[in-house]
């Protein structure tokens, strides 16, 4: 199957990056999310990004105004119908992903993929809710989406070779590199990643500073960011989601999240796309 048309569902930190890429490969995208003015934000981080492009002379504003048509947006799923693929990015939760999926399953053409973004659950549980569980599988892309290189690729039990093989070749038409990964609690890199956000959040919370906690893994471990910063960068709430899950799945208390994270969660402060989080944006906002 060729793939034209791309539904991205989820218009947050992830839906917008991932607009944005396949609008780059020249990919036909629809955009939908449950409110318009969230679409409005990911437009307007979608542009800027793209005006920001044009400033530096990596794009001409032709091309913008190519890849701005390419991209249309909807509040209602039923806009997926005529869709190759559609890549799911909304909240990290089973039981909301499996009911998109059920509804997804029946609006989507009998062929169309659907992949899903979920930073850590079990792909095969998802799949079974659409019905269709030959065509879904993990498409997990990382944040920021148009700087980050990888794309894991995770089949469920039921995934077919032909859609690995079909997403595999389209995060290369993407620009991406797709890394096979198998279906274990937060696939590879989450796996590894999360627990070490959430030691630095222990840390935090026994009461070392968190510029101190940053500082030293730039300096000292060569990270381009902090844990806490990227903890921020990721959001509060999707950080948590990962450990929850992991604690469930493994019945470890090593993976039991800090408080920290859950009462920031808690206060609706979930890192940047709220303007606070560990640190405090709203003066860059
Ligand atoms: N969107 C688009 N482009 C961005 C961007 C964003 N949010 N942030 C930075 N960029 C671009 C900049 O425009 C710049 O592009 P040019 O080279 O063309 O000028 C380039 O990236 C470098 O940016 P900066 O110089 O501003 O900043 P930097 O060098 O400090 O890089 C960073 C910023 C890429 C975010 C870097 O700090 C980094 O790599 N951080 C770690 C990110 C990371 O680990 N991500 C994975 C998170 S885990 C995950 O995603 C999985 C999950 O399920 C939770
Ligand atoms: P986000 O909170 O920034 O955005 C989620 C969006 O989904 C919101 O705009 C919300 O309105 C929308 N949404 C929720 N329910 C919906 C529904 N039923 N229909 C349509 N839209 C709905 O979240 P995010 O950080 O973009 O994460 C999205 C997914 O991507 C999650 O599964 C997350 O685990 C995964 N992920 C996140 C990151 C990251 O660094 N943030 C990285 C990789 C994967």
Request: proline share 5%; aromatic share 6%.
């Amino acid at each position: 199957m060729e793939i034209k048309k791309i539904g991205v569902l989820g218009a947050g930190t992830m839906g917008a990056g991932i607009a944005q890429v396949c609008a780059q490969s020249g990919y036909q995208v629809i955009l939908v999310d449950i409110e318009q003015a969230i679409i409005d934000k990911a437009l307007k981080t979608i542009n800027k990004a793209w005006g920001k492009a044009v400033e530096k002379g990596k794009l001409t504003e032709d091309a913008v105004q190519k890849m701005q048509s390419l991209i249309t947006t909807g509040t209602d799923p039923k806009d997926f119908a005529d869709c190759n693929i559609v890549i799911e990015a909304i909240v990290e939760n089973m039981e909301i992903k499996k009911k998109v999926f059920a509804q997804l399953g029946e609006i989507c053409r009998p062929e169309a993929i659907l992949a899903t973004n979920t930073s850590a659950l079990s792909i095969t549980e998802i799949a079974v809710a659409s019905k269709r569980a030959a065509q879904v599988v993990g498409m997990h892309f990382f944040n920021p989406v148009p700087v980050m290189k990888l794309v894991e690729i995770i089949p469920g039990v039921e995934t077919s070779q032909e859609t690995v093989d079909i997403v595999t070749d389209l995060s290369i038409k993407i620009g991406k590199e797709p890394v096979p990964a198998q279906e274990t609690p937060g696939f590879i890199v989450n796996r590894l990643l999360l627990p070490y956000i959430n030691e630095a959040a222990h840390l935090l919370q026994e009461g070392v500073p968190a510029e101190q906690i940053d500082k030293a893994m730039m300096l000292g471990a060569n990270m381009p960011m902090g844990p806490l910063a990227l903890a921020d960068l990721v959001g509060l709430d999707v950080c948590l989601n990962i450990c929850e899950y992991f604690w469930k799945e493994f019945g470890d208390s090593k993976y039991r999240p800090a408080l920290i994270l859950r009462n920031k969660v808690r206060a609706g402060h979930l890192g940047r796309k709220t303007g606070k989080g560990i640190y405090d944006y709203t003066k860059s906002l």
